[in-house]
């Protein structure tokens, strides 16, 4: 009776939790996955791809497009010493080079609200960094955002900039501008024969906010503001290693030094054919000789080789003039104290192949030997 009221009572239990719960489905948005999470600007370099312009992917500043073409770079990318000197005088000869200045890094999720690698990747400017903005006449950036119209071209866009950019004075030639007339987001301006842009973050432009509001559209009117422009390309955290600089500074005197150490060695290290077994000019005892002459015929199964001729040298002692007469193996056990079976069977038994056995009579030669 208790038994049944005990499974009652649970199974009540089980059908009120089961009637008690519902399920709810919660969608959660993690971010890209695959190239786009490496790459937060692939949207922007596939878009301005299929608009008609290639997009091409550089790697160094030394290797620049022929003008005109635009250059896209974050800020970072100025590592090497020269590289602001050589990005702006290919401006000069009539390129556009468009930066980002802040919110370039690849390790970044925007679709997460906060990272760790936010407060570890703090950094300040690098020197080449800071030459680059010197040169153009800009301190540094600011923060903030700014939502409105910017006009490109005779075109009106609807963007939301962030940031801003600390101009120590305003260029002349400013075409498109953006923002506060202080510290505008965005900004565009002739230099030379070339043009150079100016954007305070690259968050806009970042492949999960490419796609809102005008951001795509302005993108290519920027890259469009030159009617010559015929390519695209991207250079993304170029950091050149130490060899690669030496290669690209110095590949001649490499080469050169390259040739004279491949002279030198065929001059000094010649060798024509095989090489020659070296010579063993070690020493070694007479006991040794034999014992790798007797390891040698025991291997071979030449033992009568070995023992013929103590068996000779035991006959021949025993048959010398003044020993006594009479039976010739029983004289020799006599002689040697042996027993008379054991004399037969070293100086007339077939050889063993047994190392113990060959052993054995080799021993009772040896003795024999001794007492004739």
């Known amino acids: 009776?208790?038994?049944?009221f005990t499974f009652q009572a649970l199974a009540a239990l089980f059908l009120l939790l089961v009637t008690g719960c519902k399920m709810e489905k919660v969608q959660k948005t993690v971010g890209y996955?695959?190239?786009?999470r490496h790459d937060p600007f692939l949207a922007a370099k596939r878009f301005l791809d299929e608009m008609g312009t290639p997009v091409e992917l550089g790697s160094s500043f030394s290797r620049l497009p022929d003008s005109p073409s635009v250059l896209i770079t974050p800020l970072d990318s100025f590592s090497s010493h020269g590289d602001a000197e050589i990005a702006l005088g290919w401006v000069a000869k009539g390129g556009h080079l468009l930066v980002f200045l802040d919110d370039t890094e690849q390790w970044r999720n925007d679709y997460s609200e906060f990272s760790i690698l936010d407060v570890l990747e703090k950094r300040e400017h690098d020197d080449e960094e800071l030459r680059f903005l010197e040169l153009?006449?800009?301190?540094?950036?600011?923060?903030?955002?700014?939502?409105?119209?910017?006009?490109v071209a005779e075109q009106e866009f609807k963007v939301a900039l962030r940031?801003?950019?600390?101009?120590?004075?305003?260029?002349?030639?400013?075409?498109?501008?953006?923002?506060?007339?202080?510290?505008?987001?965005?900004?565009?301006?002739?230099?030379?024969n070339g043009r150079v842009t100016l954007v305070a973050s690259a968050r806009a432009f970042r492949n999960r906010y490419i796609g809102e509001m005008d951001h795509a559209a302005l993108l290519l009117?920027?890259?469009?503001l030159d009617d010559r422009v015929d390519t695209i390309t991207y250079l993304n955290n170029v950091r050149v290693s130490f060899w690669g600089m030496l290669w690209e500074r110095a590949w001649m005197a490499i080469i050169a030094l390259a040739v004279v150490l491949v002279v030198w060695l065929l001059k000094n290290m010649p060798r024509f054919g095989p090489a020659y077994v070296p010579q063993d000019r070690t020493t070694r005892e007479f006991a040794e000789h034999l014992k790798l002459t007797g390891s040698f015929l025991w291997r071979c199964r030449e033992a009568?080789?070995?023992?013929?001729?103590?068996?000779?040298?035991v006959l021949a002692a025993a048959a010398r003039p003044g020993h006594a007469a009479g039976g010739l193996h029983a004289r020799i056990a006599g002689i040697s104290g042996l027993p008379e079976a054991r004399v037969i069977a070293a100086v007339t038994a077939a050889i063993p192949s047994d190392a113990q056995h060959f052993l054995k009579i080799t021993e009772d030669l040896e003795t024999i030997r001794k007492s004739l």
Not at 1 to 4: N, Q, S, Y
Not at 221 to 224: D, Q, R
Not at 305 to 312: D, S, V
Request: glycine content about 14%; overall charge positive; aromatic content about 2%.
């Open 136 to 151: 153009l006449g800009v301190r540094g950036t600011k923060h903030g955002e700014t939502t409105g119209g910017v006009r």
């Open 1 to 4: 009776m208790k038994l049944r």
């Open 163 to 192: 940031g801003g950019i600390d101009i120590e004075k305003m260029p002349a030639r400013v075409d498109v501008k953006a923002g506060e007339d202080a510290a505008p987001a965005l900004i565009s301006f002739k230099r030379m």
């Open 33 to 36: 996955r695959g190239p786009a």
């Open 221 to 224: 009117a920027l890259t469009g």
């Open 304 to 313: 009568h080789a070995l023992i013929e001729p103590m068996r000779r040298a």
